[in-house]
Protein backbone atom coordinates (compact mmCIF):
# COMPACT_ATOMS: atom_id res chain seq x y z
CA UNK A 1 0.00 0.00 0.00
CA UNK A 2 2.92 2.33 0.98
CA UNK A 3 4.71 2.05 -2.30
CA UNK A 4 1.44 2.74 -4.40
CA UNK A 5 1.29 6.07 -2.31
CA UNK A 6 4.44 6.64 -2.92
CA UNK A 7 4.30 5.93 -6.83
CA UNK A 8 1.06 8.24 -6.46
CA UNK A 9 2.56 11.02 -5.30
CA UNK A 10 5.57 10.72 -7.61
CA UNK A 11 3.49 10.60 -10.36
CA UNK A 12 1.42 13.34 -9.22
CA UNK A 13 4.26 15.77 -8.42
CA UNK A 14 6.02 14.85 -11.96
CA UNK A 15 2.69 15.33 -13.59
CA UNK A 16 2.60 18.88 -11.37
CA UNK A 17 5.98 19.94 -12.57
CA UNK A 18 5.16 19.10 -16.52
CA UNK A 19 2.41 21.37 -16.28
CA UNK A 20 4.04 24.13 -14.96
CA UNK A 21 7.05 23.44 -17.68
CA UNK A 22 4.79 23.75 -20.26
CA UNK A 23 2.92 26.88 -18.48
CA UNK A 24 6.06 28.27 -18.45
CA UNK A 25 7.33 27.90 -22.01
CA UNK A 26 3.64 28.81 -23.06
CA UNK A 27 4.39 31.89 -21.25
CA UNK A 28 7.64 32.97 -23.34
CA UNK A 29 5.44 32.22 -26.54
CA UNK A 30 3.19 34.39 -25.67
CA UNK A 31 5.29 36.93 -24.76
CA UNK A 32 7.34 36.51 -27.97
CA UNK A 33 4.33 36.32 -30.47
CA UNK A 34 2.88 39.71 -28.68
CA UNK A 35 6.18 41.37 -29.29
CA UNK A 36 6.11 40.12 -33.18
CA UNK A 37 2.51 41.60 -33.19
CA UNK A 38 3.60 44.77 -31.72
CA UNK A 39 6.31 45.13 -33.82
CA UNK A 40 4.28 44.87 -37.03
CA UNK A 41 2.46 47.45 -35.89
CA UNK A 42 4.84 49.67 -35.71
CA UNK A 43 6.84 48.77 -38.97
CA UNK A 44 3.90 49.40 -40.90
CA UNK A 45 4.99 53.13 -40.21
CA UNK A 46 8.05 52.15 -41.06
CA UNK A 47 7.55 54.12 -44.78
CA UNK A 48 6.65 57.42 -43.09
CA UNK A 49 10.14 57.49 -41.83
CA UNK A 50 12.99 59.89 -43.12
CA UNK A 51 15.98 57.17 -42.72
CA UNK A 52 18.34 59.71 -43.82
CA UNK A 53 16.82 61.92 -40.32
CA UNK A 54 19.44 60.69 -37.28
CA UNK A 55 16.37 61.68 -35.10
CA UNK A 56 13.67 60.54 -36.96
CA UNK A 57 15.00 57.15 -36.60
CA UNK A 58 15.88 57.55 -32.99
CA UNK A 59 12.23 58.38 -32.40
CA UNK A 60 11.53 55.66 -34.52
CA UNK A 61 13.68 53.16 -33.11
CA UNK A 62 12.46 54.01 -29.80
CA UNK A 63 8.51 53.21 -30.61
CA UNK A 64 10.52 50.12 -31.06
CA UNK A 65 11.70 49.31 -28.13
CA UNK A 66 9.46 50.77 -25.73
CA UNK A 67 7.86 47.94 -24.86
CA UNK A 68 10.65 46.13 -24.13
CA UNK A 69 12.81 48.78 -21.43
CA UNK A 70 11.64 47.92 -17.90
CA UNK A 71 12.30 51.86 -16.94
CA UNK A 72 11.09 54.02 -19.80
CA UNK A 73 11.46 57.07 -17.64
CA UNK A 74 15.43 56.07 -17.59
CA UNK A 75 14.95 55.24 -21.28
CA UNK A 76 13.73 58.69 -22.13
CA UNK A 77 16.81 60.45 -20.33
CA UNK A 78 19.37 58.31 -22.12
CA UNK A 79 17.57 58.82 -25.70
CA UNK A 80 17.52 62.43 -24.41
CA UNK A 81 21.54 61.98 -24.03
CA UNK A 82 21.12 60.58 -27.46
CA UNK A 83 20.44 63.32 -29.15
CA UNK A 84 23.07 65.24 -28.41
CA UNK A 85 25.99 62.89 -30.05
CA UNK A 86 27.76 64.56 -32.53
CA UNK A 87 30.17 63.91 -35.36
CA UNK A 88 31.27 60.30 -36.19
CA UNK A 89 29.94 58.81 -33.35
CA UNK A 90 26.68 59.96 -34.73
CA UNK A 91 27.25 59.04 -37.83
CA UNK A 92 27.73 55.68 -36.60
CA UNK A 93 24.57 55.21 -33.72
CA UNK A 94 22.60 56.36 -36.64
CA UNK A 95 23.86 53.71 -39.05
CA UNK A 96 23.52 51.34 -36.20
CA UNK A 97 20.02 52.07 -35.52
CA UNK A 98 18.67 52.49 -39.09
CA UNK A 99 20.57 48.84 -39.60
CA UNK A 100 18.80 47.56 -36.94
CA UNK A 101 15.12 49.05 -37.45
CA UNK A 102 15.45 47.72 -41.38
CA UNK A 103 16.51 44.52 -40.22
CA UNK A 104 13.37 44.55 -38.09
CA UNK A 105 11.39 44.87 -40.81
CA UNK A 106 13.45 42.47 -43.32
CA UNK A 107 12.56 39.90 -40.56
CA UNK A 108 8.84 40.94 -40.25
CA UNK A 109 8.23 40.13 -43.70
CA UNK A 110 10.45 37.00 -43.92
CA UNK A 111 7.92 34.74 -44.86
CA UNK A 112 10.53 31.30 -45.62
CA UNK A 113 11.01 31.10 -41.50
CA UNK A 114 11.20 27.38 -41.22
CA UNK A 115 10.57 24.79 -38.04
CA UNK A 116 7.83 24.23 -35.72
CA UNK A 117 7.33 27.93 -34.34
CA UNK A 118 8.06 30.77 -37.49
CA UNK A 119 6.50 33.53 -35.55
CA UNK A 120 8.68 32.75 -32.65
CA UNK A 121 11.46 32.61 -34.28
CA UNK A 122 10.96 35.50 -36.36
CA UNK A 123 9.89 37.38 -33.27
CA UNK A 124 12.77 36.27 -31.12
CA UNK A 125 15.14 37.36 -34.01
CA UNK A 126 13.76 40.85 -33.94
CA UNK A 127 14.08 41.68 -30.67
CA UNK A 128 18.02 40.36 -30.70
CA UNK A 129 18.26 42.96 -33.63
CA UNK A 130 16.63 45.45 -30.86
CA UNK A 131 19.03 44.37 -28.39
CA UNK A 132 21.76 44.99 -31.22
CA UNK A 133 20.49 48.22 -31.96
CA UNK A 134 20.12 49.16 -28.28
CA UNK A 135 24.04 47.89 -27.48
CA UNK A 136 25.24 50.47 -30.22
CA UNK A 137 23.27 53.42 -28.90
CA UNK A 138 24.98 52.57 -25.15
CA UNK A 139 28.20 52.00 -27.00
CA UNK A 140 28.15 55.23 -28.68
CA UNK A 141 26.81 57.03 -25.31
CA UNK A 142 29.94 55.61 -23.51
CA UNK A 143 32.70 56.59 -26.31
CA UNK A 144 31.42 59.90 -27.00
CA UNK A 145 30.36 60.73 -23.06
CA UNK A 146 33.10 58.84 -21.81
CA UNK A 147 32.82 56.27 -18.99
CA UNK A 148 33.02 59.07 -16.14
CA UNK A 149 30.67 61.31 -17.87
CA UNK A 150 27.13 62.13 -18.51
CA UNK A 151 25.96 59.22 -18.76
CA UNK A 152 27.45 57.72 -15.82
CA UNK A 153 26.16 61.02 -14.14
CA UNK A 154 22.97 60.14 -15.46
CA UNK A 155 22.79 56.88 -13.82
CA UNK A 156 24.18 57.71 -10.27
CA UNK A 157 21.40 60.16 -10.77
CA UNK A 158 18.56 57.98 -10.98
CA UNK A 159 19.35 55.23 -8.46
CA UNK A 160 19.93 58.77 -5.91
CA UNK A 161 16.47 59.84 -7.34
CA UNK A 162 15.18 56.11 -7.32
CA UNK A 163 16.27 55.69 -3.09
CA UNK A 164 14.67 59.58 -2.21
CA UNK A 165 11.43 58.87 -4.13
CA UNK A 166 11.44 54.76 -1.84
CA UNK A 167 12.20 56.91 1.44
CA UNK A 168 10.04 59.58 1.33
CA UNK A 169 7.05 59.31 3.34
CA UNK A 170 3.47 59.74 1.79
CA UNK A 171 1.56 62.92 1.49
CA UNK A 172 -0.19 63.89 4.49
CA UNK A 173 -4.21 63.98 4.23
CA UNK A 174 -5.79 67.03 4.61
CA UNK A 175 -7.92 67.92 6.99
CA UNK A 176 -10.94 67.51 5.52
CA UNK A 177 -11.69 64.76 3.15
CA UNK A 178 -14.47 65.14 0.04
CA UNK A 179 -16.99 62.75 0.16
CA UNK A 180 -18.84 61.93 -3.28
Not at 101 to 124: C, F, M, S, T
Request: proline share 3%.
Amino acid sequence: MFEFLAFTATFTLLTVYAALDLAAELEGDNATLRSVVYLQRQDMKLGSVDLSDYNAVLQYFKLLCVPFVSDTKKFEKILDLATEIEGQAREELHEALRLAAEEVHRILLNDKWEGEDPYIQAGDEAIERLDEGLNAMFDALRSYHGIESDLAKLMKMMKVQEAQEMSEPPPKPSKYEVVG
